[in-house]
């Protein structure tokens, strides 16, 4: 089992990544684990916070921006959106129940933008 830090999060509980950071550097010590000091502030809720990581725990990895298969129109759409309530869920759930097949949801289902290919003629 690995102990490398995924992220650091704030108080509020948004990730932190490069564009938050204000300052980072190195606390070595002689005796005892050295730190890699972050100082950032949030995106979300605009306050300031500080970690003192372990270097060992320590990846150049922690503040790059997870790659998402979302345009930035869909980000921001779903970011207004807000999170999934329980009752959402629980609809959700007798939806499925009610179901009988998936080709019931191909109505529901966005086209796809297909790239027109030319094919040779034979």
Not at 37 to 48: A, G, I, N, Q, T
Not at 62 to 71: A, F, V
Not at 76 to 102: K, P, Y
Not at 110 to 121: D, E, G, L, N, V
Request: proline share 3%; hydrophobic share 30%; net charge positive.
């Amino acid at each position: 089992m690995s102990n490398m830090r995924t992220s650091i999060k704030c108080n509020c509980g948004q990730r932190i990544i490069a564009k938050d950071v204000m300052q980072h550097g190195y606390y070595l010590r002689l005796f005892g684990p050295s730190f890699v000091y972050v100082k950032f502030r949030c995106s979300r809720c605009k306050k300031l916070g500080e970690q003192f990581i372990k270097q060992e725990e320590w990846e150049d990895g922690i503040l790059k921006d997870k790659t998402i298969e979302l345009s930035h129109d869909e980000k921001e759409q779903f970011s207004t959106q807000g999170a999934i309530s329980i009752n959402e869920v629980i609809d959700f759930h007798f939806e499925l129940e009610q179901m009988s097949d998936l080709k019931s949801l191909e109505p529901l289902v966005p086209a796809k933008k297909q790239k027109s290919r030319s094919t040779p003629h034979s």
